[in-house]
């Protein structure tokens, strides 16, 4: 289609960079060994759709969304929404519409 680029754009690129810096942290949020595995199975999710996958509904990356959505939904380090806010920095109020956002 006339317009539409194969390749992912500078966003995509950026999210990516800052995540590979914190690949451990990324492994102890969401159970995914590295951030290939995350990514892979996010593009299973989203059924290969990049727009799908990089929308972002929050002040934070894209990835950082799919990194919350892993955490709160495996319940792998934080148990209270207190604790997510502290952490991601957000309100209650904005992390659920993330949630609300990916899950449905």
């Not at 539409?4 to 942290?25: D, R």
């Not at 495996?74 to 929404?81: A, F, I, K, L, V």
Request: net charge positive; hydrophobic share 40%.
């Amino acid at each position: 289609a006339k317009g539409v680029s194969l390749y992912p754009s500078t966003q995509f690129w950026k999210a990516l960079m800052i995540l590979c810096c914190k690949q451990t942290e990324v492994s102890r949020r969401t159970g995914h060994p590295d951030l290939k595995n995350l990514l892979c199975y996010v593009a299973v999710i989203c059924n290969g759709d990049l727009d799908m996958m990089m929308k972002s509904v929050t002040s934070m990356t894209w990835i950082g969304e799919w990194v919350f959505i892993f955490e709160y939904t495996y319940g792998r380090t934080t148990s209270r929404w207190i604790d997510y806010e502290n952490d991601w920095n957000l309100r209650q109020k904005s992390l659920r519409k993330v949630l609300q956002t990916k899950l449905d």
